[in-house]
């Protein structure tokens, strides 16, 4: 029988249906603890969100920092008095207090591995100027030692540790400076980095588009060792070492004329001695200009040309395609057409004519990229109303000079030594030709010239052959391409030759009379032939026929004479050898004897 709780008692007046009743779910009493639950998931999430945001913010340095004092122990409270910055914090900072904290040793300073020992008093003042903060204790009460203490592993804290000081209430995000400490025992000393200079210089002009460009960094001081990046903007142009505060490399100037901007960059490589730096210049790279006549021959530098006279130019250095206004010095309201540079970036053979309004004297004419003073090339030349040799001419001593070793100059066709060194200038070449140098008749080989962006090989070193045979020579320089230019130098070798030497007695006696008198005669008939230009013409010839004559007739006389002395040198040495006689005693033959006699006697 089942026993009494499985059934109502019999005094129990509850009906059945209502113990079913009371079996029910209770129902939601208040939406409150729902809600609760939803605060408290969000707020959790949001902290999650704030952490994630500030891990993610690295911090940025500024500048640098000092403290004052520079040394102190590292149980003071604040560690230094005050803090001053080497910049100003942004804007947006300025009315906030730093805080100054140390980084964890071997920790990146852009990490959270830090302890705040120390927050401002004075708040950063407007602007971003530098400025100096005073310091109080952290809310933390942290010292430098209690903070290094808590990283400590060997129980000694000397070392060199790296301290921040926030833009603001932060130190693990935002803008910074940095510092660098020293400890040694009790005793922290502010590493001070001596702040380094750096001083580009390259050539301001004289480099020709597509040349070599020597690039110089000076470091300041000379001590800080470390390297030196070369930069064409953001192009990397080599890393050279820094040796006694320089640093030089060479490198190809850029196909386009004009100014050019280059990049040094210093890294030191003791960054707690010194700092880096960087410094800029702006390189002048000049265009390769060069002209020649309307029949093709090259002009030299500064040529004269007269008011009509024509040229063509080249030049070398412009952006491809660009467009080169072209205008003339001293030629008012004279309009002159655009240039077109060729995919290579060079204006080949402008057509140029000396327009009629050009004023007499040096002249330029500028060829300008986009117009731009900046990015312009010069053609310089001297006007002339009248036209001038070509003093490019191989031949004219305008395009040829020659010194010695001293410098002194050197007439026209000099009497050179071998072995003599003479330095030799021509003119008239095409911008940067190579020159061959050639020795006639000679086998010798000499070393070829360059002519530099005016078209002139300067002061090549010739060196006469140490066997060279006497006489004339001549040395050609010659531009090594078809129909090029080139410029001759004549010199001779050997005992140069002296005066005319004198007329023998038995020559002046013939030519007194005859030669002289017809010599001058013909002088002053041949004066009057030249003077009148017509019929007495003849009287020129006839003096010229005289002297000839009277030559003619001495040199028959002096045969006649020479002739006789041998007869009669034969006549005496036959009759002695009793070879001839004449059949008598005649009178000849008694002087014959007696002349006998006479030697004997």
């Keep these: 029988m ?23 779910t209770a129902p939601l009493r208040s939406p409150v603890a729902l809600l609760t639950c939803c605060a408290l998931l969000c707020a959790a999430l949001a902290a999650i969100v704030a952490s994630a945001g500030r891990a993610d913010a690295a911090p940025t340095t500024v500048g640098a920092f000092t403290l004052s004092p520079g040394s102190g122990k590292i149980t003071d409270d604040p560690p230094a008095a005050s803090a001053a910055t080497g910049a100003g914090c942004p804007e947006s900072t300025a009315g906030t207090f730093p805080t ?65 000081l926030t833009c603001g209430g932060g130190f693990t995000s935002g803008p910074r400076f940095l510092g660098k400490i020293q400890v040694a025992g009790d005793t922290w000393t502010m590493v001070q980095q001596r702040t380094t200079s750096l001083t580009l210089s390259a050539p301001v002009a004289g480099v020709p588009v597509g040349g070599d460009l020597e690039l110089t960094a000076t470091v300041t001081p000379a001590e800080a060792a470390g390297t030196v990046e070369f930069k064409d903007g953001d192009r990397s142009l080599g890393t050279v070492d820094v040796a006694g505060g320089v640093a030089r490399t060479t490198v190809t100037a850029p196909s386009v004329g004009g100014p050019h901007t280059y990049t040094a960059a210093f890294t030191a490589a003791d960054q707690e001695a010194y700092t880096d730096a960087v410094g800029t210049v702006s390189a002048g790279i000049t265009y390769l200009v060069s002209a020649k006549g309307a029949d093709g021959s090259p002009l030299g530098d500064k040529p004269t040309l007269a008011i009509g006279q024509s040229a063509k130019i080249t030049i070398k250095g412009f952006t491809p395609g660009a467009k080169v206004e072209v205008t003339q010095q001293n030629a008012n309201g004279v309009e002159f057409p655009d240039a077109v540079p060729n995919a290579e970036g060079t204006v080949v053979d402008y057509a140029y004519t000396v327009p009629d309004r050009t004023i007499s004297g040096e002249t330029d004419l500028y060829f300008a990229e986009d117009g731009s003073a900046n990015k312009r090339a010069t053609f310089a030349f001297v006007a002339a109303d009248e036209p001038t040799d070509d003093p490019t001419d191989p031949t004219d001593p305008a395009g040829l000079e020659v010194t010695d070793e001293d410098g002194a100059p050197l007439g026209d066709n000099p009497n050179l030594d071998p072995g003599q060194t003479v330095k030799i200038t021509a003119r008239g070449f095409s911008a940067e030709a190579a020159v061959s140098v050639a020795l006639a008749d000679s086998e010798a080989d000499f070393e070829d010239a360059k002519a530099n962006a005016d078209g002139t090989v300067e002061e090549y070193a010739f060196t006469v052959p140490a066997k060279i045979e006497d006489g004339d020579h001549t040395l050609t320089l010659a531009e090594a391409k078809e129909e090029g230019h080139s410029v001759d130098f004549a010199f001779t070798t050997g005992e140069e030759p002296g005066g005319d030497p004198g007329p023998s007695p038995s020559a002046s006696d013939g030519t007194d009379t005859a030669g002289a008198d017809g010599g001058a005669d013909g002088g002053a008939d041949s004066g009057g032939t030249v003077g009148g230009g017509g019929g007495t013409g003849g009287g020129g010839g006839t003096g010229g026929s005289m002297a000839s004559t009277g030559a003619q007739v001495g040199a028959i006389g002096l045969a006649g004479l020479a002739l006789i002395g041998a007869g009669a040198a034969l006549v005496v040495h036959v009759r002695r050898r009793g070879l001839l006689s004449f059949g008598g005693d005649t009178g000849a033959t008694g002087l014959l004897r007696g002349g006998t006699d006479s030697r004997h006697g």
Excluded at 2 to 24: E, F, I, K
Excluded at 109 to 131: D, S, Y
Aim: hydrophobic letters at 40%.
């Design 100 to 164: 100054l904290a140390v980084y964890k040793p071997g920790a990146p300073v852009t990490g959270v591995a830090a302890t705040a020992i120390a927050r401002a008093t004075t708040a950063i003042p407007a602007g971003e100027a530098p400025f100096t903060v005073s310091l109080g204790p952290h809310a933390s009460k942290k010292t430098l030692k209690t903070a290094l203490e808590a990283w400590s592993t060997t129980g000694s804290l000397d070392g060199t540790y790296a301290l921040t």
């Design 2 to 24: 089942p026993g009494p709780a499985a059934y109502p008692s019999d005094t129990d007046t509850t009906p059945w249906g209502d113990h079913h009743m009371n079996l029910r």
